[in-house]
């Protein structure tokens, strides 16, 4: 079974400034997805950020990037030039590739680490 | 405007009622998740179903239900047999065929118990 470690339940930034949230997973799979979902005070979670496990290079999606390390099983988030509008609740979620068998569509999420950026 | 539709937004229901929520979906999508969101404990997969007449249980299955007799539609049942069913319920769907796996997600469905 896969797991998803968020070590960081809550953090803060001022505006402006970067900002980098953790996360951790743990698998015996090969090939897989990784994502960033954010969902504000609104609640409708939405996707920041997708990762393929087989791609090397970082994903990136305007203000948000990543740090993917694959032998480390780790998969950050950094958000650059934070706005008021970032402030909400990340989790960073594991789905298996679609070709990987039982379990593949599931999406594994961490427990969300909540930021609030502070004028 | 192509989406995902949960009804009703607040709900609830006396202990030993059952309740089912509803979930619309309009993206074509083949895939339809739902789960469970409780403070401090992320989301927890409670069904998913792949294809029309075809669902399986996830993490936290026991007290709830799901038929999926229409591709747009996967709607929850929350029995009696569920001991703790106060929660935040979402509703999600993906499109299998673009092997991208993102999901998307309706807006959710409080449940109180009194």
């Known amino acids: 079974a896969q797991t998803v470690t968020q070590s960081q339940p809550e953090m803060s930034v001022q505006e402006a400034e970067t900002v980098t949230l953790s996360c951790t997973y743990d698998?015996?799979?090969?090939?897989?997805?990784l994502f960033w979902y954010k969902q504000p005070p609104s609640r409708q979670m939405i996707l920041v950020i997708r990762?393929?496990?087989?791609?090397?290079q970082n994903a990136t999606e305007n203000r948000f990037s990543v740090n993917f390390q694959k032998a480390a099983k780790s998969f950050s988030l950094k958000i650059s030039d934070s706005q008021l509008g970032d402030t909400a609740m990340y989790f960073c979620?594991?789905?298996?590739?679609?070709?990987?068998?039982?379990?593949?569509?599931?999406?594994?999420f961490g427990k969300g680490t909540k930021l609030s950026v502070i004028p | 405007d192509g989406g995902i539709t949960q009804s009703p937004k607040y709900l609830f229901r006396k202990e030993g009622q059952n309740v089912t929520l509803s979930c619309e979906q309009n993206?074509?999508?083949?895939?339809m998740y739902w789960y469970r969101q409780d403070p401090g404990q992320g989301l927890r997969l409670i069904y998913y179903?792949?294809?029309?007449?075809?669902?399986q249980k996830g993490d936290i299955a026991e007290g709830y239900s799901v038929s999926r007799e229409k591709k747009e539609s996967f709607p929850l049942t929350v029995t009696s047999a569920q001991k703790n069913p106060t929660a935040f319920y979402l509703c999600?769907?993906?499109?299998?065929?673009?092997?991208?796996?993102?999901?998307?997600f309706g807006e959710g469905s409080r449940l109180t118990v009194l």
């Open positions: 999600a769907s993906s499109a299998v065929a673009l092997n991208t796996g993102e999901l998307f």
């Open positions: 698998t015996s799979e090969s090939n897989y997805y």
């Open positions: 990762q393929e496990a087989y791609k090397q």
């Open positions: 979620a594991f789905m298996k590739h679609k070709y990987s068998g039982a379990g593949s569509y599931q999406l594994t």
């Open positions: 993206l074509n999508h083949d895939a």
């Open positions: 179903s792949q294809i029309v007449n075809d669902f």
